[in-house]
């Protein structure tokens, strides 16, 4: 038998291991967006409540079972079902109702004039991400959002094929992307950081490796990075770089790639101008080396089930090492 | 045979039960269609939707009001013979007096979804 201070012991591990899972880059429970925080309250006075109903039926049931275990009054009982069964549960549904609807004109108001706008577009499985510049210009990128700390980010969202659904729980709420219909949805991040966004609506075969990195810095930091992605690719500064750029036009790589700067200029895939700078490979779901750059080219399908890029299993080994090496360096 | 003298079914219908409901369908299906096509037709995706949330408010004024009619039809059969014969007895008059508390309850039921319903538009004010 354990002794009631292990027991103890067990339980408070057991709370801190619990509340160690609500933290994370993807947790609507560890908010750091102004959406996210009022979705997390709600969460709580829900959960709070509904602990609230659950423990006062079983201690009724307790009461009426083990206390006070007699017949009784007909009439009594019947007017403690019609309150207990029915108007209790219609006023506290109604509290938690009004209270939910009242979030809702905060969360889905749309962001104020200037801020800034980011337009993402859902493909099966990846995200088409652009920056629209002042100048006209448009920055196209993939996998990878970044906002501005503690000012409001204006997205909208559409899908090329399927509906999708745009989520970032620590940021804010989901909202899903039609084909042919843009959604807008604000996001006010309020903690920097780097965080985990996924698709939240069943989307085909790779739908859960379907996600996308997300970067909240202050905006002179953004500003920074966005400069660096407006710019066109640099030159490889390695033999087997150099290599692999040739190898990358020759193979035909370009008529679905972008890298901007080059001649490759296909827009079916993902723009891989500066994919060696990005925090993930396939949608965020793989680490960005060399080594996941080579399996990705012989054997996507092996990556992401149902890809639509075909495979290059039949290059030469080191011709794949030389194309992994050159988009390494698309820094 | 009317309602009032049950001893003869053949006239007695179980579409009374399901009529509160049947308002509370209505009134979500007309009030829904109406905010759909305000937003997408008149007001645009930012538009206010004030005439519309006027339109759903004589809705929910004339769904409650037939839910409560029907509510105290249904009180009159549960009543009925004086409400003393159990309403779950196998006889007429206790099937009568059972719509008259199935109906009762569903109508209640229909009184709170269909205010349920209204309550989004008290907190949605536009298209968005």
């Known amino acids: 038998m354990c002794s009631p201070a ?21 947790s609507a429970l560890d908010p750091a967006g ?31 079972v083990r206390v006070h275990a007699a017949p009784r009054v007909e009439r009594r009982t019947a007017l403690f079902i019609l309150g207990g069964g029915a108007l209790v549960p219609t006023v506290v549904l109604t509290a938690l109702l009004v209270y939910g609807l009242a979030l809702l004109p905060e969360l889905v108001a749309p962001a104020p004039a200037g801020s800034l706008r980011v337009a993402v577009t859902g493909e099966q499985w990846w995200w088409r991400v652009r920056y629209p510049g002042p100048d006209g210009r448009t920055v196209e990128l993939a996998n990878e959002v970044h906002l501005p700390l503690g000012q409001a980010a204006d997205l909208r969202l559409d899908s090329a094929d399927v509906i999708h659904s745009f989520w970032i729980p620590s940021l804010g709420g989901k909202l899903d992307m039609f084909p042919g219909r843009t959604s807008r949805l604000a996001l006010w991040p309020t903690r920097a950081g780097r965080y985990r966004g996924v698709c939240a609506e069943y989307c085909g075969a790779s739908h859960a490796l ?40 020759a193979d035909g790589c370009g008529a679905c790639h ?8 296909g827009t079916l895939g993902p ?24 399996r990705w080219i012989t054997h ?27 988009l390494e360096e698309l820094q | 045979m009317s309602p009032e003298a049950p001893d003869d079914e053949s006239n007695q219908s179980l579409w009374f039960v399901v ?34 949330r006027v339109a759903v408010a004589a809705y929910t004024a004339a769904a409650l009001g037939g839910i409560g009619l029907i509510a105290l039809a249904a009180w009159r059969r549960y ?50």
């Open chain 2, 19 to 52: 009529a509160a409901p049947l308002c509370w369908a209505a009134h979500f299906l007309v009030s829904y269609a109406t905010v759909a096509v305000w937003c997408e037709r008149y007001a645009g995706r930012d538009g206010s939707l004030y005439q519309a």
């Open chain 1, 300 to 326: 996507p399908e092996s990556l992401k089930p149902g890809v639509h890029m075909p495979a290059f299993g039949m290059l030469p080994p080191a011709d794949v090492r030389a194309l992994a090496a050159y």
């Open chain 2, 79 to 128: 009543q009925h013979g004086g409400g003393t014969e159990a309403f779950d007895a196998d006889t007429p008059l206790g099937r009568h007096r059972f719509i008259g508390s199935a109906t009762l309850l569903l109508s209640a039921l229909s009184a709170v979804a269909t205010a349920y319903s209204a309550l989004t538009v008290v907190f949605i004010r536009d298209c968005h």
């Open chain 1, 258 to 265: 972008a890298v901007r700067g080059t001649p490759a200029a």
């Open chain 1, 210 to 249: 379907m996600a996308f990195a997300v970067v909240v810095e202050p905006r002179a930091a953004l500003d920074r990075w966005l400069a660096h992605q407006s710019e066109p690719a640099r030159p490889p500064t390695t033999p087997l770089g150099a290599r692999g750029a040739a190898l990358f036009l």
């Open chain 1, 6 to 26: 292990a027991r103890s012991r067990t339980l408070l591990a057991a709370l801190a291991l619990g509340a160690a899972a609500c933290r994370g880059p993807q």
């Open chain 1, 271 to 294: 723009d891989l101008t500066h994919v060696g700078s990005r925090h993930g490979l396939g949608a965020a779901t793989l680490p960005n080396d060399a080594g996941t750059f080579a």
């Open chain 1, 34 to 64: 102004r959406g996210a925080d009022r979705i997390a309250t709600l969460f709580t006075i829900m959960a709070v409540g509904a602990a609230v109903v659950w423990l006062a039926m079983v201690a009724l049931t307790v009461f009426a």
